[in-house]
Antibody, heavy 118, light 108 residues
Framework: QVQLQESGPGLVKPSQTLSLTCTVSGGSISSGGYYWSWIRQHPGKGLEWIGYIYYSGSTYYNPSLKSRVTISVDTSKNQFSLKLSSVTAADTSVYYC??????????WGQGTTVTVSS | DIQMTQSPSAMSASVGDRVTITCRASQAISNYLAWFQQKPGKVPQRLIYAASSLQSGVPSRFSGSGSGTEFTLTISSLQPEDFGTYYCLQHNSYPVLTFGGGTKVEIK
């Protein structure tokens, strides 16, 4: 079955860019039919949808983060990535990647904790 | 933007109780709603999609209903393993998605 795994630095300095990658196994991003999402969860708080990308490269972002977010896809590596610029302590969160077929995310990665601190 | 309001924000119930969680949308979203369960330190799991369709492998004690602006997640007979936080997600306004604030369920 499809599995997702996040990777990237666990510590990012303020004002820098957070970069994470999600590797998909057991299925191909380029087969289409799914949106590939990023979601985050602040410590002790609820879930926040960041954005997603389609295999074609079409992207959609949460309006509240849109000015700082870039999501990209590398179908040759079966990966998609998140970049969040100008981070502050408020961006400290667990970041999840997930697959969305139509009706909410049905497959999630395990999540990766990113702390923003100098 | 569509806002999703869940109630209650927290609750405590006994094993065997019928539990109902409500999610209200700030505007009509047809049946474009999903429910997720998240246990502490774990990944969210989808329970319900399209408001009332049960995710494969999810126990039948979970059910969803509603359309338009008001939705409910019902656990017909609460089990000890059902503790955790439940979230709704609207996906009517694709491509922008919105989660509810969550409902924390504790077992008495």
């Amino acid at each position: 079955q499809v599995q997702l795994q996040e990777s990237g630095p666990g510590l990012v300095k303020p004002s820098q860019t957070l970069s994470l990658t999600c590797t998909v196994s057991g299925g191909s991003i380029s087969s289409g039919g799914y949106y590939w999402s990023w979601i985050r969860q602040h410590p002790g708080k609820g879930l926040e949808w960041i954005g997603y990308i389609y295999y074609s490269g079409s992207t959609y972002y949460n309006p509240s983060l849109k000015s700082r977010v870039t999501i990209s896809v590398d179908t040759s590596k079966n990966q998609f990535s998140l970049k969040l610029s100008s981070v502050t302590a408020a961006d400290t969160s667990v970041y999840y990647c997930a697959r969305d077929g139509c009706c909410g995310m049905d497959v999630w990665g395990q999540g990766t904790t990113v702390t923003v601190s100098s | 933007d569509i806002q999703m309001t869940q109630s209650p924000s927290a609750m405590s119930a006994s094993v065997g109780d019928r539990v109902t969680i409500t999610c209200r949308a700030s505007q009509a979203i047809s049946n474009y709603l999903a429910w997720f369960q998240q246990k502490p330190g774990k990944v969210p799991q989808r329970l319900i999609y399209a408001a009332s369709s049960l995710q494969s492998g999810v126990p039948s004690r979970f059910s969803g209903s509603g359309s338009g602006t008001e939705f409910t997640l019902t656990i017909s007979s609460l089990q000890p393993e059902d503790f955790g936080t439940y979230y709704c997600l609207q996906h009517n306004s694709y491509p922008v998605l919105t989660f509810g604030g969550g409902t924390k369920v504790e077992i008495k």
